[in-house]
């Protein structure tokens, strides 16, 4: 029996996930409903993506008998009443990143989860590329012996993006881009808590981090760094360098095709969207939404590949990050 999906909100990232859910088996996955604010909207994308009910309202989404998952893409100040929403419904849900403002939201969001016992995943959508399982294989069957250093950057010109730069929507480069260097690290550390996070940063002028460069260190004199930026082109790669060897993501690390292993490439093709993209590689979200499925199929209520506490460890080095830069929100607070 086909997964049956949900999704909420109709913008940029829930048309690409939507193209990408259409590149996986009709028999495994289906949309079956999209909701908006406003009923135009839900209307306009369920007429392009053929999916048979539209609603004007999360709520009405929430009710909906054939919904088994919901994929929340709204943007990130709404994504703790919404998970809320759609969990309290007893939907499982899948939140795209960050899955929350703060680490005392993301607890809200565990403890809501649990209360209900519904799944819920975190959208790093990285950690499901065919590269990012390969890195684990490595790292887990000791090929590349004990890793020293792992070093990140991303960054991209987007502070003409309102939802990139203001403070209400939730701007700035640590949760929009920072967020995937920080997970690939913590994925290559094993989940594992640093010892130490140094953080500095340029904040903008709506006093969100537009630049940020951060050190984490970590068991056994182990380190990483990452830089990521709303203002300026970073090199966008990542690299890991153990005893026994280096390994780097060329490009793109967010939504990775490549792998380099000892100086030997590995390409790795995505599925062709039906439609066309607003963001690079975006079919890749394909691989995140099978694991969602697997999960559900296996009566799971986390992923074992981005787990509650993984979710919980992002939030806590991202606020103290966030502490030691001065970017302070709203959502902090309360």
């Known amino acids: 029996m086909a997964t049956r999906w949900g999704i909420c909100s109709a913008g940029k990232i829930s048309h690409d996930f939507t193209v990408a859910l259409k590149s996986l088996p009709p028999d495994d996955h289906q949309v079956v409903a999209v909701a908006a604010r406003k009923f135009e909207d839900a209307q306009e994308f369920a007429k ?59 607890q809200e969001i565990l403890a809501c989860a649990k209360m209900n016992d519904v799944f819920l995943m975190e959208a790093a959508w990285t950690r499901f590329f065919p590269a990012s399982a390969e890195i684990r294989r490595l790292l887990e069957q000791g090929e590349l012996g004990e890793v020293k250093m792992v070093r990140s950057e991303f960054g991209s010109s987007l502070t003409h993006i309102a939802r990139a730069v203001e403070k209400e929507l939730g701007g700035g480069a640590l949760l929009d881009v920072g967020i995937y260097c920080l997970q690939f690290i913590c994925m290559v550390y094993n989940g594992e808590k640093p010892e130490s996070v140094q953080a500095t940063g340029v904040l903008t002028e709506t006093g969100v981090d537009e630049t940020v460069v951060v050190t984490l260190k970590f068991s056994n004199n182990r380190l990483a760094v990452f830089t990521c930026s709303l203002h ?29 292993v000892n100086g030997k490439e590995t390409r790795y093709s995505l599925p062709e969207p039906y439609l066309p993209l607003n963001f690079i590689n975006s079919t890749g979200m394909c691989y995140e939404a099978e694991e969602v499925r697997q999960c559900l199929l296996k009566g799971l209520k986390e992923s074992p590949v981005m787990s509650h506490a993984d979710s919980l460890l992002l939030a806590e080095v991202e606020d103290e990050v966030r502490r030691q830069v001065g970017v302070v929100y709203s959502q902090d607070r309360s």
Request: proline fraction near 8%; charge should be positive; hydrophobic fraction near 40%.
């Open 232 to 260: 300026v082109n970073l090199p966008n790669d990542a690299v890991i360098m153990a005893t026994k060897g280096t390994v780097r993501v060329p490009e793109h690390m967010w939504c990775p095709t490549s792998l380099v």
């Open 48 to 106: 392009k993506h053929s999916i048979p009910r539209a609603y004007g309202s999360y709520e009405e989404l929430a009710r909906d008998p054939d919904v088994d998952v919901v994929y929340i893409g709204v943007i990130h100040p709404y994504h703790l009443s919404t998970s809320l929403l759609f969990m309290n419904a007893k939907k499982n849900v899948l939140c795209e990143k960050p899955l929350a403002m703060n680490k005392k939201e993301v």
